[in-house]
């Protein structure tokens, strides 16, 4: 027996199966075991006819869930165990897709921060409820990653170049814009959570409808113009040449945002989220594998996660520094090998 606390709780109530990510003190960041925890326990409940739906949720208050467990990834990768990087994005992706394939009811109820391998476990399922504290991001080009666990799929559908705003500079999507953006699809309170949880577990997802409240305008959309007018250039230095062409707080906030992210990582990001828009939920994710393997052992993703996770001094010297000397041959590499 061990005295450590289960990273996820899994466990059935009423009528419903409830998933607890339990590793609040890393804002319950997905590791490999909770990975197979989770896949294990949607496997258990899949023909269970006790469960006749699933939800997840985070525990802590703060998050959801923050992504995967990057620091263990780069340490794998510094230490050059290849098959170890590749096992924990196989189980990852293959348990996106598990998700959007369940067939019962999945719901996931985000309050706190979910971001990358957070987003992954809940936006494939067909419900997610947004709390007035969530806060969802795509900001892995901050650590010389790409949006992955699907991004790729789901990025490129949502309204016009939102998608590609949102993957490109990990800006954040509170509450109910979440909603609005197509990232959550019903929007109650934290107040009243607990009590949607007991209704779940009585009636099932029937009792969505009567917790979902009605939604404040979308504070996207004084932006929408600009992003469309900006991110829909096609290639990232069309897009930074379109922004130093807007006037405006918004644009030149944009601007400094971007020109902090790898420029290798922005134009491998760009590439994979816009192939993204002609493939199915399961090519994407194969793409994306394939793109683990390369960029997890460049030096983008090593300094990007050194300098955002571990020594969190938040100052990543990319290499090179400029989006102009990025060789695009060396891009080009990133998606054959
Ligand atoms: C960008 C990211 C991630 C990040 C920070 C960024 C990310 C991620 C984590 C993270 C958070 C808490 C942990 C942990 C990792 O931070 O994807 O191990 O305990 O998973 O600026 O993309």
């Known amino acids: 027996m061990s005295d450590m606390p289960e990273s996820v709780i899994a466990a059935r109530d009423g009528r419903i199966g409830r998933l607890t990510l339990n590793r609040p003190k890393t804002l319950n960041a997905l590791d490999l075991g909770m990975l197979r925890a989770i896949a294990g326990a949607l496997d258990s409940w899949r023909d269970d006819p006790h469960v006749h739906a699933v939800v997840i949720e985070g525990a802590g208050g703060r998050a959801f869930c923050a992504g995967g467990d990057i620091r263990a990834i780069r340490q794998l990768s510094l230490d050059g165990d290849r098959e170890g990087v590749e096992t924990f994005f196989a189980e990852e992706y293959a348990l996106n ?30 419900y997610r409820v947004a709390s ?37 500079t990990g800006t954040r999507v509170l509450g109910a814009d979440a909603v609005h953006a197509g990232l959550a699809t019903h929007f109650t309170p934290r107040a009243r959570l607990a009590e949607l949880v007991a ?44 922004l130093e062409r807007t006037p405006g707080e918004w644009a030149s906030r944009t601007l400094e945002t971007l020109r902090g992210m790898s420029p290798s990582a922005l134009l491998w990001s760009l590439r994979i989220i816009v192939e993204g828009a002609d493939r199915s939920l399961g090519q994407c994710l194969a793409a994306e594998l394939a793109l683990t393997r390369t960029a997890t052992s460049n030096g983008e993703f090593l300094e990007g996660v050194r300098a955002m996770v571990v020594d969190k001094d938040r100052q990543p010297k990319w290499q090179p520094p400029r989006l102009e000397d990025v060789d695009p041959a060396v891009i080009e590499a990133m998606f054959h090998k």
């Open 199 to 242: 209704a779940l577990a009585q009636d099932g997802p029937a009792a969505l409808g009567r917790f979902a409240e009605t939604l404040p305008p979308s504070t996207l959309d004084a932006d929408r113009p600009a992003i469309e007018q900006c991110f829909a250039a096609g290639s990232v230095a069309d897009i930074f040449t379109r």
């Open 97 to 126: 897709q598990a998700i959007a394939e369940y067939t019962k009811p999945y719901i996931a109820l985000v309050d706190g921060i979910c971001m990358g391998g957070g987003i992954g476990v809940s936006v494939h399922g067909g």
């Open 132 to 168: 007035e504290h969530a806060m969802f991001a795509m900001p892995e080009t901050a650590i010389g990653f790409f949006p992955d666990i699907g991004a790729s799929y789901f990025l490129p559908r949502l309204p016009g170049a939102l998608g590609l705003f949102l993957g490109l």
